[in-house]
């Protein structure tokens, strides 16, 4: 056996020897450094190849998660709906009473105070608020860590006043996940097909009509403004100022009466680290009540006609 490797070798030798006269060369037996670093370069190869394996299964694993968290959340409001569809639209009862359903999120976690939904997007998720922003930039709503975060509201909004900015976080994931496909607003198709989109709050059904999108850093243009306490015309000043920033235009009135919310993501056209999209609307309430409103007044005016007469 030993013979027959050592011929082996040496007709291999020959072999190369006849192909390198042509260049007047002659092949030397490799050398023992040679083999080393041979063996030391596919032995890198194969750890890279190892840790980018790790990488990505870590990944799926964690997308998964977070996909399995989603449907988990969403299976609660299915019950709650009586049906395996998110029709946020119309969410009321035959009798006209709005179907509830933060209540059973909350018992989830008590910080849940909304949910968001975009048609033709993945963007379906409750909105939570913390004691800061910091915390669910890395925990889900069962307050497990992941990279994935939540949907949360900047810590100092307040629901129910009036004149004032939501801000919404959420990361913008590789697998389009959380704010990930806010970016196909940035197609002009999209953006005219999808001139709304749905927020739901503890204090009622929001009909949020948008009017901006555009990409911006967090050190230039300061969409982050809750705007409590500002002034009137502070408020459209910076409700102006947003319309400008966008890339495409709707006309949408906008009023010192009126909330927007402004939902923010990452983006890396501008900057890597604070480069970020934003898409804003206008929030109007579904069920608001301008018909008894205006009942009142036909009422009232009806009262005042009598007394003239």
């Not at 083999?35 to 394996?53: E, H, R, S």
């Not at 901006?212 to 403004?225: I, L, P």
Request: aromatic share 12%; hydrophobic share 30%; glycine share 6%.
């Amino acid at each position: 056996m030993y013979w027959d490797e050592k011929k082996l070798r040496e007709e291999k030798l020959v072999k190369r020897n006849r192909r390198r006269e042509v260049h007047g060369k002659k092949a030397k037996p490799r050398s023992k450094l040679w083999k080393w670093m041979l063996n030391l370069l596919i032995f890198c190869f194969a750890g890279v190849f190892c840790y980018a394996a790790y990488h990505l299964f870590s990944d799926f694993m964690v997308y998964h998660h977070n996909g399995k968290v989603k449907n988990e959340i969403q299976d609660v409001v299915y019950r709650e709906i009586g049906e395996e569809t998110l029709e946020y639209k119309d969410l009321v009862r035959d009798d006209g009473t709005k179907i509830d359903i933060l209540t059973p999120l909350r018992r989830i976690n008590p910080q849940i105070i909304g949910w968001i939904h975009i048609d033709d997007t993945t963007i379906d998720y409750p909105v939570v608020q913390g004691t800061d922003n910091d915390y669910y930039l890395n925990h889900n709503v069962y307050g497990e860590d992941t990279i994935c975060g939540s949907i949360f509201m900047d810590v100092k909004n307040q629901l129910g006043e009036p004149m004032q900015n939501y801000i919404l976080y959420g990361h913008r994931m590789n697998d389009n996940s959380m704010f990930g496909h806010v970016t196909k607003f940035l197609k002009e198709d999209f953006w005219n097909d999808h001139p709304t989109f749905t927020l739901i709050l503890e204090d009622g059904y929001y009909t949020c009509e948008v009017f901006a999108v555009y990409q911006t850093t967090t050190y230039g243009f300061s969409y982050y403004q809750t705007m409590l306490g500002s002034s009137e015309d502070e408020y459209l000043r910076f409700v102006n100022a947003c319309k400008a920033q966008s890339k495409y235009h709707r006309d949408v009135e906008i009023t010192a009466d009126d909330c927007i919310v402004t939902l923010s993501t990452c983006d890396y056209a501008l900057d890597v680290d604070s480069g970020r999209l934003v898409l804003q609307a206008k929030m109007v309430k579904q069920g608001e009540e301008p018909q008894e409103e205006t009942a009142e007044e036909e009422t009232s005016e009806e009262e005042e006609t009598e007394d003239e007469e």
